[in-house]
């Protein structure tokens, strides 16, 4: 079964950092993978989705990378902002193309 | 519509009770999944419909707990007997299938069992 994992569960930063969100996954047969942000008390919005034979996606500030080999993916902040603060999580496609396995998250504030 | 969209938000119900959750997915979109998220845990399959393909039900936790999905739209789940561990966030997403997976999530309905 897929495990993935995210480190650190939470993150405080400073406005204006750059920063690096970690995920984790046990099987790297998978198809794709994408990072999410979830804001208290809503849904799930897709940030970036990136394909098993990609390395990188980028999207404005965000930029996430994948290394199917070694069963890891960051997702790059840069120049941090107040309204990034929300809890990011990435889920990977197994390829048995039914469903995506999610990590727990990771919380992140940044303070003005 | 716009985007997916779920009802009731919130739901209050008695141990025993059965209840129904509707979810409206993005028009056009193929793929939807259910998903339920308890309180500090991570996202946990549920099922998963593809057009016209049997479902994916291999996520479904009892047999008290049921799904549907209409004309290839919108799709219900039921939980008869409700449980108070059946309490949590039940989230819905579709998205355009093997053509693009991105994934568009409703925001959710959010059930008490008391």
């Known amino acids: 079964k897929q495990e993935v994992t995210q480190i650190p569960a939470a993150l405080s930063v400073p406005e204006g950092e750059n920063l690096v969100l970690n995920c984790s996954f046990t099987d790297s047969a998978i198809y794709n993978l994408q990072w999410f942000r979830q804001d208290p008390g809503k849904g799930l919005t897709s940030l970036l989705l990136?394909?098993?034979?990609?390395r990188e996606q980028t999207s404005g500030r965000l930029n996430a990378s994948l290394d199917k080999s070694s069963g890891r993916s960051t997702l790059y902040i840069a120049a941090s902002q107040p309204g990034d603060s929300a809890t990011y999580l990435c889920a990977v496609r197994g390829n048995n193309f039914n469903k995506f396995y999610f990590g727990s998250g990771t919380k992140l504030n940044v303070k003005p | 519509g716009a985007g997916v969209s779920q009802s009731p938000s919130n739901k209050v119900t008695e141990k025993g009770k059965d209840v129904e959750l509707r979810c409206d997915p993005i028009s056009g979109h193929t793929a939807l999944y259910w998903y339920r998220q308890s309180l500090g845990q991570g996202l946990e399959f549920l099922i998963y419909?593809?057009?016209?393909?049997?479902?994916?039900k291999s996520g479904l936790p009892s047999d008290r707990f049921s799904a549907e999905r209409t004309g290839g739209s919108v799709s219900t789940l039921t939980i008869q007997r409700t449980q108070q561990e059946d309490s949590a966030v039940y989230l819905c997403?579709?998205?355009?299938?093997?053509?693009?997976?991105?994934?568009?999530f409703g925001s959710g309905t959010q059930l008490s069992v008391l």
């Open positions: 990136i394909q098993s034979s990609q």
């Open positions: 419909f593809q057009g016209n393909s049997a479902p994916d």
């Open positions: 997403a579709s998205s355009l299938g093997i053509i693009n997976e991105k994934l568009f």
